[in-house]
């Protein structure tokens, strides 16, 4: 497979110009692999659809490739960046063309006096050597997710996953029975779009007794494939293409597709440690008369960050003002540790009306692979919801809605003691990690922590260390720049999960501490 490379040219300008091999784009939400060079630049796709340099001298052997990447055809995309490093917002970057247009060499207008440099035979050797993609354009620019990615590589090398965000320990026995009785009693026949009965209305209770928000279940309540599901039908039923949407970031993952699928445009909010507090002026300068919506993710994956009241007020008043919706993804609503408490956007004054709260069953009752999901809100955003729903996956799982009511109507005895637990699994994992020397931000809520590994010197970033980590240490945890539009944000962190049982904390803290500790003293 052809690299992508840029050699430095006798004006110490990287000009487009040299490359002497067809060029081909390695996609998506993955760095892209070294180069058999000894000085070249590795690019990467940000999150507008740039391809943009990491560094402007990086080595092959300082850039490893992780994980394989694949081919992309360049054609599938109808315009982008090169950038040779220069900040983010500067004008000196010069657009590539692709199409009609012609295409433009990447210059350094410090450098160079002509930035408009054609290279024709660049461009026929382009449209030659790129077949068409078959892939979407809204959707070129996402791959395979990095949970997929990491959890393989674990596998590969046996590593203990404190990756992705799923238990190793199965739910309660009693919502299990629960599914085995309505599987025996005959109901498994579709349900109607918005759920069955017992189950809109058990969600209504409890979303009443938590947030005392008295809601309608017939019409208030929605019913879904998880909660992914309700916020995809969420920005399909709601979102316009040209609307803006807010993003607080680092973000789940699905946010920023969903926006792509619906042709959104996002503005971001970033939350950097160590408090990831909200920045006021920020989230401010992200709202404008095109704001749509903002997507709140409290508690906060995957920082473990619960909003404050002041900050859920601060959001509320912005989007009072600009007349923008809220849609609020609180799947770990549950898991939220002593001394803080979690406020729910719905319940603020004059917010109901705007806000869509979606959440699930599986995080809490640790049954992720049911996918019950649901969306609470007013009438006409719930018909916009439902709208889109209908065409999506209609109905889920008879059975297992009627397990959920079960679930969900469980003693508060339940939820005390899961707030128990994971607040022991959370001390056990936080102070494992500070004696091997990690920088760790404790989390408030959910079951993630992150943790800056430079501590180690072993690694320039965060998907160079996870990779060491699962190879060499035999532990998987997850490279958060992925969640970030500007991956430089989250390169010296790394999120790991707790959602484990003891054994297999153990043994992570175990292998961190005969081997982590050991190959950061001997760098």
């Known amino acids: 497979m052809s690299r992508v490379v840029c050699c430095r040219s006798s004006s110490s300008a990287w000009s487009l110009s040299q490359i002497e091999r067809p060029w081909m784009v390695l996609r998506s939400t993955s760095r892209l692999a070294r180069t058999s060079e000894s000085s070249c630049l590795i690019w990467r796709w940000s999150s507008n659809s740039a391809l943009q340099c990491r560094s402007p001298s990086l080595s092959s052997s300082s850039s490893p490739s992780f994980p394989p990447p694949r081919a992309l055809p360049v054609a599938s995309f109808s315009s982008f960046f090169i950038s040779s490093g220069i900040p983010k917002n500067s004008p000196r970057r010069q657009p590539l063309a692709l199409g009609k247009r012609k295409l433009l060499a990447m210059a350094d207008l410090q450098q160079v006096t002509n930035p408009e440099m054609v290279d024709e035979d ?32 674990a596998l590969k090398h046996g590593a203990v996953n ?4 799923f238990p190793n320990f199965d739910g309660p026995d009693f919502v299990k029975e629960a599914a085995v009785e309505a599987i025996r009693s005959g109901k498994g026949q579709y349900a109607r ?16 007794k938590d947030y005392n928000v008295k809601v309608d279940p017939d019409t208030e309540v ?60 920020e989230l401010r300068a992200a709202f404008s008369s095109k704001t749509r919506a903002i997507v709140v993710n409290s508690p906060h994956n995957p920082t473990g960050r619960v909003f404050s009241r002041k900050e859920m007020e601060l959001i509320a008043s912005l989007c009072q003002e600009h007349d923008a919706l809220v ?13 803080t408490s979690f406020v729910s956007m719905a319940s603020l004054p004059g917010m109901y009306d705007r806000t869509v709260s979606m959440s699930s069953m599986g995080k809490t009752f640790s049954l992720t692979g049911w996918k019950v999901g649901w969306a609470v809100a007013p009438p006409p955003l719930s018909d916009a919801v439902r709208k889109a729903h209908q065409f999506l996956t209609f109905a ?46 404790e989390p408030e809520g959910s079951f993630f922590v992150m943790a800056d590994h430079t501590p180690f010197g072993i690694a320039e970033d965060d998907v160079a260390f996870c990779k060491y980590l699962i190879e060499h240490v035999g532990v998987a945890a997850i490279p958060p720049s992925f969640f970030y539009s500007n991956p430089n944000d989250g390169k010296h962190l790394i999120r790991f999960a707790f959602c484990k049982d003891d054994d297999v904390l153990s043994e992570a803290i175990s292998r961190m501490k005969a081997k982590l500790r050991v190959a950061a003293h001997s760098q």
């Open 122 to 153: 660049l461009q026929a050797r382009l449209a030659a050597a790129a077949p068409r993609s078959q892939v979407a354009d809204r959707l070129a620019e996402f791959g395979e997710t990095i949970f997929t990615q990491i959890s393989e590589l």
């Open 162 to 165: 404190l990756g992705q965000g």
């Open 193 to 208: 779009l918005q759920g069955v009965p017992p189950l809109n209305s058990a969600i209504a209770d409890r979303f009443e």
């Open 222 to 281: 929605t019913v879904t494939c998880g909660c992914t599901g309700a916020i995809a039908a969420a920005f399909l039923g709601l979102i316009n293409p040209g609307d803006e949407v807010v993003l607080i970031e680092p973000y789940y993952d699905s946010y920023r597709a969903c926006a792509a699928m619906v042709g959104a445009r996002v503005k971001y909010v970033t939350l950097r440690p160590p408090s990831f507090a909200i920045d006021e002026r």
């Open 327 to 339: 849609l609020t993804d609180q799947v770990y609503e549950h898991i939220v540790f002593p001394g």
């Open 396 to 441: 889920i799982s008879t059975p297992l809605q009627w397990a959920t009511v079960t679930a969900l109507r469980a003693p508060d005895e339940f939820f005390q003691q899961l707030t128990h637990q994971y607040t022991a699994r959370r001390e056990k994992l936080v102070t494992g990690l500070r004696e091997v020397g990690f920088r760790v931000f």
